[in-house]
Structure formats: C-alpha cells, structure tokens
C-alpha cells in the first residue's frame, strides 16, 4: 500500500470557499435545523468539517465521506458513473480511500466502481455476503483482486472505526436468506463528528423489519433512502426509528422505474423531512461540524 499523499487542493481555495459558504450562509438562512444553500455541490473540506457527498450518478448510488483526511467511499453507481464518482472524489482532494463499501451487487451500485478503484487505492473493502452473475460485479472482483483487497462481510452490531467515523453494521443478519438482492443490501450507520448518517442501500421492506427487529439505533441526522425512493422501502415505522431531519434520493431523470415514488415521498413530507432528489438538485452535499448545525449545499435550485 502505497504511503499517504498530501492533500492534492490548495488549501486557499478551500478557504475561499468555506467563507463563500458561511457568507451565503447567513444570507441564505433557511431554517432553524441547518442551512439550505444552492451553488456548488462540490466544495472541498474545510479543516474541521466533516462532509458528506450525494455524487449525482443518474439512476445508482454513490456517497463519499470525508473528514480530516480520511475518505469513505459507498457504491459507485453505474458502468457510466466512475468519471462522476472520480471527480466528485478530486473535487473533496481525495488521495486514497480508507474503505470502500459495495452496498451490495446490483450494476447501479458497483457498475462505476472498478474504474475508481483504477484510480484510488483503497485500505478495505467491504460488501455483503452474497455473489452475482454480472460482467459488473466480475469487473469489481478483479478490481479488488488487482488491489491485493481482502473482501470483509460484517455482521449487524459490528463496530469499525475509520479516522473520524465509527460505522455500525445492522444489516444483513447472518445466514439470512431474501428473495430480493436488494434485501441483502449492507447497512451502516455512520457517527461522525457533527452528525450521523444511514446509508441503507436499495434495502426494502424485508430488510427495513429486520432491522427494527434487531433493536439497533438506527437514529440518523441524514437518511440515504432506500432503493432510490421506490415505495418497497422507506415504511413509516422504519422512518420513525430513524428520524432523519434531512433524507437524499439517488434517482436518475426520468428513470424507468419512476422513482421516487408519491408514497415515499409523501411518507418523508408526513414525517417532516426534508429531502433532496438529486435527479432535480444533482449533487447533495452536508456539512457537518461538531455543535453546529449542519449545512447542506446543492448543486442546482429544485
Ligand atoms: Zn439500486
Ligand atoms: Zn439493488
């Protein structure tokens, strides 16, 4: 493994950046929870902040974290989305990711994930316990066999800490078996300083009872919603343990599957959350800083 590099942005252009943001930010004031901005969805880190990118992969997923030089990265979209995914990555300074999660096999998940993988080393990879017969999880198995990675498939209540993050695994349970891929989506909630974040996959309702069967915490500040808003996820009593005061949607424009759907969203508005679709506002980013609200900028108005 190759040693850690310098950050590659320049640190004035971040602060520059960072002032933009805290300026627009109180011009922009939008509630009493956090800050709503619109602009570039891709600032880099400020020193101290801790951020979370909603990469606009069209119709997939893709979140990078980022806090004090440690970077996470989860899914990667399609086999189109890898040159989103690496700029998101440049646009954060990324210089090698900490762990690499696939939330599971399906293309919109992994499809990009082999040609970040030929840019970014990575320290670990994780992804769930179950295989696929696709050209796109082929590609990721090389990807990750060419890094010399090992492949760790943690267990719900398993506690990693990375850097600044400490992730606990709540989904799959071992040995379990679903008729739906999707259910088998690895599940992690994120506690990083400033903030916790729920990143559910395409997990649907099977998956969303287990987990509250389980008694985990699944209380988060931000919900990736689950299987890009389709009305299979996101059930009431689900939401309610988690309690989200802002949830992002990865879909793409216009997709075929018409995500998200009416129900979920209307589920998400009855709950009082705020959400962000990025196939209306592309990139989503939050920012988060301990004791302070957290701020959320998007690349494009709604
Ligand atoms: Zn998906
Ligand atoms: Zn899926």
């Known amino acids: 493994m190759a040693a850690r ?4 942005n320049g640190g004035l252009a971040g602060l520059a950046i960072c002032l933009l943001v805290v300026v627009l930010g109180f011009l922009l004031h939008d509630s009493a929870l956090g800050r709503l901005l619109y602009g570039t969805g891709g600032a880099s880190v400020a020193p101290g902040e801790t951020t979370v990118v909603f990469v606009d992969v069209g119709q997939g997923d893709s979140t990078i974290l980022a806090s004090n030089g440690t970077f996470i990265l989860v899914d990667a979209g399609d086999e189109d989305a890898g040159n989103a995914v690496i700029q998101a990555a440049r646009d954060l300074g990324v210089d090698r990711f900490d762990l690499v999660i ?3 096999p399906h293309n919109d998940h992994i499809g990009g994930m082999d040609d970040v993988l030929a840019v970014y080393e990575a320290d670990r990879f994780m992804m769930p316990y179950v ?6 999880f082929e ?7 060419a890094q010399g990675l090992s ?10 800490q990375v850097g600044d993050f400490i992730l606990t695994f709540v989904h799959p349970p071992e040995g379990a078996s679903y008729e739906e891929m999707n259910d088998y989506s690895l599940v992690v909630r994120v506690e990083a300083p400033g903030g916790t974040v729920l990143l559910t996959g395409d997990a649907e309702d099977d998956a969303e009872k287990a987990m509250r069967d389980g008694g985990y915490d699944l209380s988060a500040d931000i919900l990736k919603v689950g299987h890009h808003g389709s009305k ?16 992002v949607i990865s879909c793409g424009v216009e997709n075929a599957y018409k995500h998200p ?3 979920t969203l209307e589920t998400l508005e009855e709950a009082g959350v705020q959400y962000f679709v990025t196939s209306q506002v592309g990139r989503v980013t939050f920012h988060l800083q301990t004791g302070q609200p957290i701020e959320v900028t998007t690349e494009k108005a709604a």
Not at 5 to 8: A, C, D, F, S, Y
Not at 232 to 247: E, W
């Open 261 to 263: 759907a009416e129900k």
């Open 5 to 8: 590099r310098r950050r590659g």
């Open 139 to 145: 590609r990721l198995l090389d990807a990750v066999d």
């Open 232 to 247: 299979s996820s996101t059930g009431k009593k689900f939401l309610n343990k988690i309690q989200p005061i802002y949830a």
């Open 131 to 136: 295989e696929h017969d696709s050209k796109a």
């Open 151 to 160: 492949i760790e498939s943690p267990k719900p209540g398993d506690v990693v």
């Open 102 to 104: 696939a939330s599971h």
